[in-house]
């Protein structure tokens, strides 16, 4: 079946610019994680919804950050006033289950965002 | 806070040869880790996890909570091993929230 996938997968933003990244969990997916990776560096967590609950945004770095999942599917983060510190991969995950089991995630291509 | 280290950013052996790749973790608790690989121009994928106490594609990691590592071995490295190689660990949280280390990147020569 079809994995996660993202959209858009490159982006180019102009400093100051407002963005939105797309994350398709796969479907039936109850966890979904939003991760940031910095070129040479290995992902960070941002946040984690269960459903349309986001139960963790703690890695959120300031809130110009911000993410949401409505309807318990599709995730949408969003950037406002974008910075060029903000340049990285975007990261989505999702994974079947909640609660105690930490079963797979499973990870989508990324959004690769460049802000000039 | 937890933490995850992998010393080696680059490693090099040639097919045939044994290869490690290192990854130590600092958690207060008793941690969950996982190897993550990314594969060329492929998204990041799921290797072996310590729980599953599994051997995927040769590899294996044993968890020495003495040495709080979870080093990842191959006795034969094959030139598909190639990858970026993250080492990740998952605590403090019954969601699964993954902290990763700077990752490895495999280079298996001919």
């Known amino acids: 079946g079809a994995g996660v996938s993202q959209s858009p997968r490159y982006k180019v933003a102009k400093r100051g610019q407002d963005v939105a990244l797309r994350c398709d969990p796969i479907?039936?997916?109850?966890?979904l994680f939003w991760y940031q990776q910095a070129l040479g560096q290995g992902p960070e967590f941002l946040t984690y919804?269960?459903?349309?609950?986001?139960?963790?945004k703690s890695g959120l770095p300031s809130d110009r950050f911000f993410a949401e999942r409505p309807e318990g599917s599709v995730s949408t983060l969003k950037i406002q006033r974008t910075q060029q510190e903000d340049s990285a991969v975007y990261l989505c995950?999702?994974?079947?289950?909640?609660?105690?089991?930490?079963?797979?995630?499973?990870f989508g291509p990324g959004t690769r965002l460049t802000v000039l | 806070a937890q933490r995850v280290t992998q010393p080696e950013k680059l490693l090099s052996v040639f097919k045939g040869a044994p290869v490690e790749l290192k990854c130590n973790y600092s958690?207060?608790?008793?941690?969950?880790l996982f190897w993550y690989v990314q594969y060329s121009r492929q998204r990041l994928q799921l290797l072996l996890r310590?729980?599953s106490r599994e051997s995927i594609k040769g590899f294996t990691a044993d968890l020495n909570k003495g040495e709080t590592s979870f080093h990842l071995k191959k006795p034969f490295a094959q030139e598909e091993d190639s990858a970026m190689y993250y080492c990740?660990?998952?605590?403090?949280?019954?969601?699964?929230?993954?902290?990763f280390g700077q990752g490895t990147i495999l280079t298996v020569h001919p």
């Open positions: 995950a999702s994974s079947l289950l909640r609660g105690p089991y930490r079963d797979t995630q499973y």
């Open positions: 479907s039936g997916h109850v966890s």
């Open positions: 919804f269960q459903n349309e609950a986001q139960l963790d």
């Open positions: 958690y207060s608790g008793s941690p969950e």
């Open positions: 310590h729980i």
């Open positions: 990740a660990l998952a605590g403090g949280t019954s969601y699964g929230k993954l902290t």
